[in-house]
């Protein structure tokens, strides 16, 4: 029987921590808002955009929307980002995505300034993370190794295997990891042998994009199985990428889904932004 990995607890915690933090900076006269910037009306943006905006409000720092039309052209939404890098208040910008087909992810991205980018996304954030340098981290990973500490999971010395390549989770998950000096390795859709690969994975980390995909035959008994995916089954229901029931009997501890990593994005993502404003 694993240990079930609360993401709900672990990630209330951390913004109780944080909203002492914001009160504590406001009494020293450091505040700041979080910009948050959504083009069209994709309903799954809409769910996130509101959580983000709760968080802020939870947290005590100030949020302000920005909701653009679907038909909102790329230099607009570059002018805004250019008006809000110059905003002394703004201390976050949050562009959700995906962008409509029109719009370059990347180059809205790069617009953002690294001293604003909360989401860790901006190429410099990126490029400091892999030296070492300070800058905010990406999110999701950042949640993750905090889902395993706090859980009590050592990972130095161990054999982490990373299932995914995204800019957004899997080579900046590889990164920290590496960074927690564990052995890592990289596998994705391409790789050989994936089960036989996962089977000696001391921790799991599952961001391969596709529902209930990996089953006992990846998993080696007593492994930490971490699931990042999210995903709406035939009955509406949310499940992850991993078959929940098969793999909880042989893991020593793994994350459910809904409740596992998923809050934790949202409460590192306020960490970033509580950083952006000591930093002022
Ligand atoms: N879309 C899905 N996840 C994210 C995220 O973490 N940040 C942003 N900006 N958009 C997303």
Redesign the pocket.
Known sequence: MAKIIDGKKISQEIKDELKEKAASLQAQGKTGALAVIQVGEDP??SV?VRNKKNACAYIGIDSLAYELPEETTEEELLRLVAELNEKEQVKGI?????LPAHICEDKVIQAISPKKDV?G?HPQSVGAMTIGEPGFL???PAGIIQLLKRSQVEIEGKHCVVIGRSN?VGKPMALLMLRENATVTIAHSRTRNLAELCKQADILIVAIGKPRFIGAEYVKEGAVVIDVGIHRNENNKLCGDVRFEEVEPIASAITPVPGGVGPM?IAM?MSNCVQSIEEG
């Open positions: 799954a943006s996130y949050l562009v959700q995505l995906p989401d996304f990406s999110c999701t957004i994005t993502l």
